[in-house]
């Protein structure tokens, strides 16, 4: 009696045993499923370069490369790109600002997310390609700045506001997510470290670049 008593006890311990293991298991499976972050998807500019190069060569632009900056993308990370035609890759990449577009009404999200106007004195970004026009002087970052000339309806006010490409020593050279850029009155603006690199090949190229600012 007492053997098959102790047997019916081991018995039970090794049930109870088995079963908590078997709870944390799925506890731990559970737990560890919810936490993992899986990295998000690289967005694909293919068509946005294929298009590029296509006008590019359309209407006499540079061909070794063109500027491309994704407003969707957080201000607190990369989103102005150089593309190399000949390498077919991203060679650099960078902070890059947003208009506040506060001017004519609220914008409680100008921070995070950009609007767009045409309007002088909006203060609001404009999207669309650009030619990179003449070389001047700027009073911000490293006191250099490039007129940009819109080429579509959205962004043909872009001499008459003023919107030209430039670089402001508050804009960082580094990625700063979860913080955000300043914000400008629509101008792209980058880190003065950057915008010696942009200086350093538009003063080498002969032909106009293209700039294209996309959402």
């Given at each position: ?51 590029a ?55 409680p ?34 006191n ?22 430039h ?12 913080r ?36």
């Open positions: 009696m007492k053997l098959i008593h102790s047997t019916k006890l081991d018995m039970m311990r090794n049930s109870l045993f088995f079963t908590i293991v078997l709870l944390l298991i799925c506890c731990n499976i559970g737990h560890s499923t919810k936490n993992i972050q899986l990295p998000s998807p690289a967005k694909s500019y293919a068509k946005n370069h294929q298009e190069r296509s006008f590019c060569e359309m209407n006499g632009y540079a061909t070794d490369f063109y500027y491309l900056i994704d407003l969707s993308i957080h201000p607190g990370r990369f989103r102005f790109f150089i593309y190399d035609f000949k390498k077919k890759v991203i060679t650099h990449k960078n902070i890059v600002t947003h208009g506040s577009c506060d001017v004519f009404e609220a914008n999200d100008q921070w995070e997310k950009p609007k767009f106007d045409t309007r002088k004195d909006s203060h609001c970004s404009m999207k669309g390609k650009f030619k990179i026009g003449k070389r001047d002087y700027s009073s911000w970052g490293i250099v700045k490039y007129w940009l000339h819109g080429l579509e309806v959205q962004n043909q006010s872009a001499v008459d506001r003023m919107v030209v490409l670089s402001w020593s508050a804009v960082s050279n580094h990625e700063i997510y979860p955000v850029s300043p914000l400008s009155w629509g101008c792209p603006a980058v880190s003065d470290a950057f915008m010696r690199k942009l200086d350093q090949q538009l003063q080498a190229t002969k032909k106009p670049v293209l700039l294209w600012i996309i959402e």
